[in-house]
């Protein structure tokens, strides 16, 4: 067989073990080994296998997610999630489908410090969905904010799958995670102004309820006051050349950890949870890193990326429509494919396509990562959606789905503003 041919089947076989739910990471090591070794020889394949894992480990640039992973465990078991949704529910109880609001504001600040969708929707949701139910709030509104609020963790920094992205690509990490600032906050404002356009439309979908005191707003703050300065610190260093991403997620961890003992809510139960957690969640990357490698080795020799790239150059049409036809192919994806593995599937082909187009690597990197949202909350997949669903167990998945579809669709018309804008997320990059 061609190298081509060899390619093809070998990316048929990885979307095969993908939904038959085999781990992510042994998949893409095991055919990308077999394919290696079918195209160069099996001794080269076995050095390529002996050689990754440890290159891939020891790489000190990678040192940065397991510190912002667990920055983020800190802050979830230090009751962080709780303080900030009851931080914004005071500010926009007033305001229609105000609680509702309230869980995208939660989600948003929380996603700025965890990093993680999945994190952000069963740390607010278990926080939210009781309240929102308590005050009457449809069960399709309540849960449909949490699941599609929590795909605000893996666009807002320090977003680990921008970090992933960037290690793909050998793209600056520091960059990427400025890049999703913009985005991540556009989508939340759109998220929350169809919020408010369903419940005036409906509104019994969420009662509105009396407003707060000014002084109890002031107050409301305060307790939240670690993770504005947590946000600023990191963020602020990365673009003010201060820190490097790796020394930025350490100084957060440290003072996460300070956070979390100085207000008495750290046990030392909860402590070596935090550090258990951060050590799976970080195996769990990293062998998906080093499948991800030995996958890319293989597309390589298989010249798959290349032929690509002459087909699209034969012909001749506008690199505009091969965008949209990259971005439609992402989206059908994702809905069967889980947003990690999808990603670290198609970057060794895309990537090289899309910059030979004369895109920029960072903006398509964000733009990808909206993809991967959408597809969060897409059926039949929809990894949110079923998380949010084990948080709140008496709700049908049917009415989660149902929910989420006017919010779905603000997502898109995310997209597509930073398709038609790209300035939105290449502006602050620029200026660092």
Known sequence: MSPELVGI???????????LRMQIGLSMLLIGFAGYAYIVNPGAAFSVVGQVPYSTVSYYSFSVMPLFILMGMFLSYGGLGRDVFQAVDVWFRHTRGGMAIATIGACSGFAAV????????????????????????????????????????????????????GILTELSIGKLLIAGIVPGILQAVLLMATIYIQVCINPSLAPTRPSSLFKDKILALA????????????????????????????????????????????????????????????AMLFLILIGAMVFSRFLAVSKIPFELSSYIAWL??????????????????????????????????????????????????????VMLN?????????????????????????????????????MIACAVLLVAFPQIVTFLPSLM
Do not use: Q
């Not at 089947?9 to 939904?19: A, E, K, N, S, Y």
């Not at 666009?155 to 992933?164: E, K």
């Open 223 to 282: 307790s939240v006051w670690p993770l504005i300065i947590i946000f600023f610190l990191v963020m602020g260093g990365i673009y003010g050349g201060i820190f490097t991403p790796t020394e930025a997620a350490a100084c957060g961890a440290f003072i996460a950890l300070m956070f979390s003992i100085i207000t008495r809510r750290f046990s030392r139960n909860a402590f070596d949870e935090s550090l258990d957690k951060t050590v799976r969640t970080t």
């Open 374 to 410: 959408i597809g969060m909350v897409t059926p039949p997949v929809g990894v949110n959606v079923y998380v949010t669903a084990g948080v709140a167990k008496d709700v049908p998945l049917l009415t989660i789905f149902r929910g989420v579809l006017p919010l779905w669709l603000a």
């Open 316 to 369: 001749d049409v506008s690199r505009h429509v091969v965008m949209a036809l990259i971005l439609f192919m992402l989206l059908v994806l994702g809905c069967f494919v889980e947003g990690i593995s999808l990603m670290v599937l198609t970057i060794p082909i895309l990537y090289p396509l899309v910059t030979n187009l004369g895109f920029d690597g960072i903006w398509f990197g964000v733009v990808m990562i």
């Open 114 to 165: 965890s990093g993680s969708a999945t994190a952000t929707a069963a740390t607010i949701g278990s926080v939210a969905l009781p309240e929102m139910k308590k005050y009457g709030y449809s069960d399709s509104m309540a849960t449909a904010c949490v699941a599609v609020g929590g795909t605000l963790g893996i666009l807002l920094p320090p977003s680990t799958v921008l970090i992933l992205y």
């Open 9 to 19: 089947i070998g990316i048929v076989l990885l979307l095969v073990c993908f939904m």
